[in-house]
């Protein structure tokens, strides 16, 4: 089974701040990575897929870049709304199926 | 727009099945180049993915839980079923129906509201 980390786990920051989140995978997963964004009380919303490609209605200041075993997820300026819990997902699963990362919450500072 | 609709009950006793239903609405559950599935996060905690199914009928599960899952597709309703036997505690969470861009996996586009179910005697 392919395992997902996450770092760090909580990440304090400002309105305006520049904002990166590492996700792990135990083993090469190629571009098959997404990332979600989780507000309290909410369904977790997609922000990005194949590890880079920005979901529709998204706001560009989410970025991901990555591949095979080492993604980041960077939201470019904070904004108020994006205070939340963040997760990975892999996809690359031949044999159905998927796995998220632990979380990440930020929170402010 | 596509939405999709949580329903059942909200407690359960140990030992009890969970039976969900997720109904879809705007799209075709008959697509294929789409699964369907359940995901769920007790409270405070981590999403789990549960399994998905293809409108054929197909479907996948996570090691944790196959013994006790059964997910089935009805295309003529446009919705899928969940069903989790022996309930314990620690299945009580929040069971979220979704659908995945891909046959067997797939990054998860749209996700119903969730359902709280309490496993609780």
């Known amino acids: 089974d392919i395992q997902m980390t996450q770092s760090p786990s909580t990440l304090s920051a400002s309105v305006g701040d520049r904002v990166t989140i590492t996700c792990r995978a135990s083993?090469?997963?190629?571009?098959?990575l997404a990332w979600y964004q989780q507000r309290p009380g909410k369904a977790p919303k997609l922000l990005i897929y194949k590890a880079s490609s920005l979901q529709t209605g998204v706001a560009p200041r989410f970025s991901g870049s990555g591949s095979g075993t080492e993604f980041t997820l960077t939201i470019s300026s904070l904004q108020p709304d994006d205070f939340a819990t963040y997760y990975c997902?892999?996809?690359?699963?031949?044999?159905?199926?998927?796995?998220f990362g632990p979380g990440t919450k930020v929170d402010i500072k | 727009q596509l939405q999709l609709q949580e329903s059942g009950p909200g407690l359960l006793k140990p030992s009890e099945t969970l039976s969900l239903s997720c109904s879809v609405s705007?799209?075709?559950?008959?697509?294929?180049?789409?699964?369907w599935g359940w995901v769920r996060q007790p409270p405070g905690k981590g999403l789990e993915w549960i399994g998905s199914i293809f409108h054929s009928g197909s479907a996948y599960y996570n090691p944790s839980v196959k013994s006790r899952v059964t997910i089935s597709v009805d295309t003529s309703k446009n919705q899928i079923s969940l069903k989790l036997r022996s309930m314990t505690a620690a299945d009580t969470a929040v069971y979220y129906c979704v659908r995945s861009r891909g046959y067997a996996s797939g990054w998860t586009d749209s996700w119903g509201r969730g359902t709280l179910v309490t496993v609780s005697s």
């Open positions: 705007g799209g075709s559950i008959s697509s294929n180049s789409d699964s």
């Open positions: 083993q090469s997963i190629s571009s098959w």
């Open positions: 997902q892999q996809y690359n699963s031949y044999s159905g199926g998927f796995t």
